[in-house]
């Protein structure tokens, strides 16, 4: 079990306050993302309910029970850190076993867990090692396996993944989004990198300056961004903004719309220009086309190969009913 | 290009002879004592036997037979253990909660300790001497204990202080997570990790106790005296007596130089606070 409430909760450092009133709700089984610019307050609001950092006031709950003057030891939760936080002193098997034998477990029952991790994280081979003596890659499934072996009431994460190359991280992620699928368990994981968070929620939180700007399923906030923050933020590329006639025409402030919503047609477009850089990645394209009468650059995401060069006259369809409209405070219409 | 031909030809031929000179120049005090020890009082004056002389057993074996060196030795070694172990025992905990769980005191409780390092001991002899007399702890091994320990709490607060903000504070944190109350993240994380820092600075704390010698020669007379209490015995009474004052002094520097000699490496690390890797 584990439905983690947070009530009410609020950080301050000193004087200046980094989470103002906060109220969420992750339900048990559930993989919660929190996503936001750098200093938004992520990984403050999962110390928060580690328990490693207090609150300045509310309350955190998990599973209806009040934790928030438990200490983290006593919380039930796992952490994997950025920077792994092994003990340097302990071989892989000790690192693993640790928190067992501190809840004091017979040695027989601990070695057959460990083993047992060990195995699902590809370690066997490494149990008898210090962590100076692993990559980056496997000192990561070591705090991964220090983590699961105690089937904590849920996980959490605060980039785990961000000291990885890039192509570890794909894999990782899936490791732990697989991870997810059979164990069931409450997870909650920090990043500041939207692909990681579309990926592998149930459920993103997108937090800026300590405020929760969105919650919703990747798909929510994909096609239904509540604010132009969120539109700005989910989606890679980013979203289209513009604001004056062409927003005023739709019977909006500003209007978005997302690279891979816009045709390349032949004559006749909306919106006519040149095409400034393109980028070829082979399944897509990405033109940023200048002078279409908007002050902005218009991205879009043309599908496959396409021959298009640098000057080239181009035309431009949105697909109007993909259109987002914003208000003149930024939240959405509609 | 000059510059550093030159540099270089003083690091192969200056400096050797530089560390040489001021070498020789601090160890000759002491082998000039070692040499003393083994002349009669009556040879010990005269320059011409500076070198040369007969040498003799005498004020060793004065020394055992008379003032019962063993006596003193054993005080030194139990007040130095024991005052180191209970500076740790204190500062272990105390430096953790400083390093770990900083509050806005934190800064000036360090500063605070050491700032009591600045105030003359002479200054607060009468009352320590009149309270430690009227408390009748005077000439006894706790007092000595005690006021070991105390002198030197600060500096081994501030030494193990340094180590722990060393380690990095995740590992802590990890251990809170993995469900690890107070003592264990002491027991189990800090002192296996800060393990090298805290052996320096019981060196260094057994060293200065060992070492201590105004308060133990004014706290003690004969039950808890300490070695240091022994050569100031033999400086007064019967006017000035080099050979067998050297011989007693020799006897008493002589286990700290062997106890120095072997932890080198573990002193200097601690001296310079970890800054040689
Ligand atoms: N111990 C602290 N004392 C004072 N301010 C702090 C402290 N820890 C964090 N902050 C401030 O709180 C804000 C949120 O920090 P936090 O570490 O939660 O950001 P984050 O979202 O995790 O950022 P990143 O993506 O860079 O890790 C930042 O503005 C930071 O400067
Ligand atoms: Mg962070």
Redesign the interface.
């Known amino acids: 079990m584990g439905r983690i409430v947070l009530d009410n909760v609020t950080k301050s450092f000193g004087e200046t306050q980094v989470i103002p009133p906060l109220n969420l709700t992750i339900e048990d089984g559930e993989f919660a993302v929190f996503v936001g610019p750098s200093g938004c307050g992520k990984s403050t609001l999962l110390r928060m309910i580690a328990g490693l950092e207090d609150l300045t006031s509310g309350n955190i709950a998990i599973d209806d029970k009040v934790v928030t003057e438990v200490p983290p030891s006593k919380r039930g939760l796992a952490m994997v850190f950025q920077s792994y936080a092994l003990y340097p002193h302990m071989t892989v098997r000790k690192n693993i076993g640790f928190p067992l034998r501190m809840e004091k477990m017979s040695q027989a029952e601990i070695d057959k867990r460990v083993e047992t991790a060990a195995k699902s994280l590809n370690l066997t081979d490494y149990l008898d090692r210090k962590p100076g003596q692993l990559s980056g890659g496997q000192r990561q499934r070591v705090a991964i396996g220090r983590a699961i072996v105690r089937d904590p009431s849920a996980f959490l994460f605060d980039e785990p993944l961000s000291n990885l190359d890039a192509a570890l991280r794909v894999g990782m992620r899936l490791e732990i989004s697989e991870m997810h699928e059979r164990m069931q368990t409450t997870m909650i994981y920090v990043t500041h990198d939207q692909v990681e968070a579309m990926t592998m929620a149930d459920k993103i939180v997108v937090l800026q300056a300590g405020v929760i700007e969105q919650v919703g399923t990747p798909l929510d906030l994909y096609n239904k961004p509540q604010n132009l923050f969120v539109a700005g933020f989910i989606g890679s590329p980013r979203m289209n903004f513009t604001e004056g006639e062409e927003a005023r025409k739709r019977g909006a402030h500003t209007i978005g719309i997302r690279p891979e919503h816009i045709d390349v047609v032949a004559s006749g477009g909306v919106w006519n220009g040149k095409v400034g850089v393109a980028e070829h990645l082979g399944s897509d394209t990405f033109l940023h086309v200048h002078d279409t009468g908007l002050a902005e650059t218009i991205t879009v995401r043309a599908p496959g190969e396409v021959t298009m060069k640098y000057g080239d006259r181009i035309s431009l369809a949105p697909r109007e009913d993909l259109i987002h409209r914003f208000d003149a405070q930024g939240l959405r219409i509609g | 290009m000059a510059i550093v031909a030159q540099s270089s030809r003083f690091g192969t031929y200056g400096r050797p002879v530089l560390a040489w000179a001021i070498g020789l120049l601090f160890f000759f005090p002491i082998f000039w004592m070692v040499l003393t020890s083994f002349k009669t009082d009556a040879d010990a004056v005269k320059p011409e036997f500076l070198f040369t002389f007969t040498p003799t057993l005498e004020n060793y074996l004065n020394m055992t037979a008379n003032y019962d060196y063993w006596r003193f030795a054993t005080n030194s070694v139990i007040t130095s253990v024991f005052a180191t172990l209970f500076s740790l025992v204190v500062g272990i905990p105390a430096a953790y909660a400083m390093a770990f769980n900083p509050s806005r005191a934190t800064k000036d409780v360090l500063m605070w300790m050491l700032s009591t390092k600045m105030l003359p001991a002479a200054a607060v002899l009468y009352p320590m001497t009149f309270l430690t007399k009227s408390l009748g702890l005077f000439d006894t091994h706790f007092l000595v204990v005690l006021v070991l320990c105390l002198i030197n709490l600060p500096i081994v607060v501030w030494m193990l202080f340094t180590y722990f903000k060393e380690i990095?504070k995740?590992?802590i944190?990890?251990?809170?997570?993995?469900?690890?109350?107070t003592w264990?993240e002491i027991r189990?994380?800090l002192i296996?990790?800060a393990w090298g820092g805290i052996a320096s600075t019981a060196l260094l704390a057994f060293i200065f106790c060992w070492n201590e010698a105004y308060w133990t020669v004014r706290l003690t007379t004969t039950d808890a005296a300490t070695l240091s209490k022994l050569i100031e015995g033999n400086r007064a009474p019967e006017g000035l007596f080099f050979g067998r004052l050297s011989a007693v002094s020799t006897a008493a520097v002589g286990p700290i130089v062997v106890l120095g000699w072997f932890c080198q490496k573990q002193l200097v690390k601690g001296l310079t606070f970890g800054a040689v890797k």
Do not use: C, Q
């Open positions: 990095p995740d590992i944190e990890a251990g809170k997570m993995d469900g690890v109350n264990g189990e994380i296996p990790l």
